[in-house]
């Protein structure tokens, strides 16, 4: 197995502490932490736990991880790194890039390459390896999109196996590798098919409000470097950075709702906060939560951000089972308000 980190903190029993490892800052241990740095290391892992039958659990950059108890087992920190442009064609590129690299860093330099079609999602925090797992979206772009397959280490028979994107089950905020493929497949690169044309997606209003803020009527010469800029700008503005105010990110999806509750909900408030989804409507959960009382508020130390009420804040580096009761909190206090029931996105530990 390859060498545990060394950097961590332990405990009195020897655990490693994972505290820094997540972006929620919440104290918690596992008996070991292997960092890998190549596929053949993990292989070489994978190998040793199975010998010994201990448990395991893949960690990227910790921003979608909380952990709300110790784990016992090995923590795995994937940090396999490499971007690759294996092939063009009239109207594309495909490109490899390997499961540790930094989501934000890959999609600016798709932007300075000319690897076009990732910009609205700019600074999503996270490894490219979580990209698929989560289905990934912003600013109405989803990766599934844009992935061609995903390249995976199989649990089971250490095998490298190469998965066509039509097989992952992409869905709003959700893959196979969230359902039936977890603990049993882990990522250890993607293959994106990426644009050669400047063709952008402007549908999400507040982005195009944005823009059209900023260029008034020279909205004809938009490139993809003009939406990667504002949506840097956007998210900048609303978003606490975790390495300052501890956070997961956004703590809720946005609900999914069929038309009849929709309807229902809009009779009652005329500014809600939706937009259309195949024959669905998708709710805004900040905006339920902001108009359940919910934004700055503030329990046992845990906070809901002042600018996004999406995002659950630690500033004081609270229990992971604390947050897990203000979010519980939460989505109780939006099901007795609305009739509508939140998900938590981050996975609890």
Request: glycine fraction near 6%.
């Amino acid at each position: 197995m390859a060498d545990p980190d060394q950097n961590q903190g332990q405990s009195n029993n020897g655990w490693v502490n994972l505290t820094e490892l997540t972006t929620m800052k919440v104290e918690a241990y596992a008996k070991a932490l292997v960092q890998v740095d190549r596929a053949e290391q993990l292989v070489e892992a994978l190998t040793t736990l199975k010998q010994t039958k201990q448990n395991c659990f893949v960690l990227g950059e910790g921003s979608n991880t909380v952990f709300i108890q110790d784990f016992d087992g090995v923590v795995i920190r994937i940090g396999i790194k490499g971007i690759e442009l294996q092939k063009k064609s009239n109207d594309s590129f495909f490109v490899k890039v390997s499961a540790g690299e930094n989501w934000h860093s890959f999609v600016e330099k798709c932007v300075d390459e000319g690897w076009n079609g990732l910009e609205n999602l700019a600074l999503i925090p996270g490894t490219v390896g979580a990209a698929p797992i989560q289905n990934i979206g912003a600013y109405g772009v989803e990766v599934q999109n844009f992935i061609e397959s995903v390249e995976v280490i199989d649990m089971d028979t250490l095998q490298t196996q190469q998965i066509a994107a039509s097989e992952c089950g992409f869905a709003y905020r959700d893959s196979r590798f969230k359902h039936d493929w977890s603990g049993k497949k882990i990522v250890t690169a993607v293959v994106f098919r990426l644009k050669r044309s400047n063709e952008v997606v402007l549908d999400y209003p507040a982005l195009k409000a944005a823009i059209e803020h900023d260029r008034g009527s020279g909205m004809e010469a938009i490139v993809p470097k003009t939406i990667f800029d504002a949506v840097v700008a956007i998210r900048s503005s609303k978003l606490p950075n975790p390495s300052k105010i501890p956070n997961s990110g956004s703590f809720f999806k946005n609900p999914i709702v069929e038309a009849a509750k929709h309807d229902e909900l809009k009779a009652t408030y005329k500014d809600l906060v939706s937009y259309p989804y195949q024959d669905r409507f998708k709710l805004a959960a900040a905006w339920l939560i902001d108009n359940a009382g919910w934004k700055q508020k503030e329990l046992c130390g845990i906070k809901v951000h002042q600018s996004q009420a999406l995002v659950i804040t630690n500033p004081n580096r609270m229990p992971g089972t604390q947050i897990k009761i203000f979010a519980e909190t939460i989505k109780r206090d939006i099901l007795d308000k609305f009739g509508v029931e939140l998900e938590i996105e981050p996975v609890l530990v």
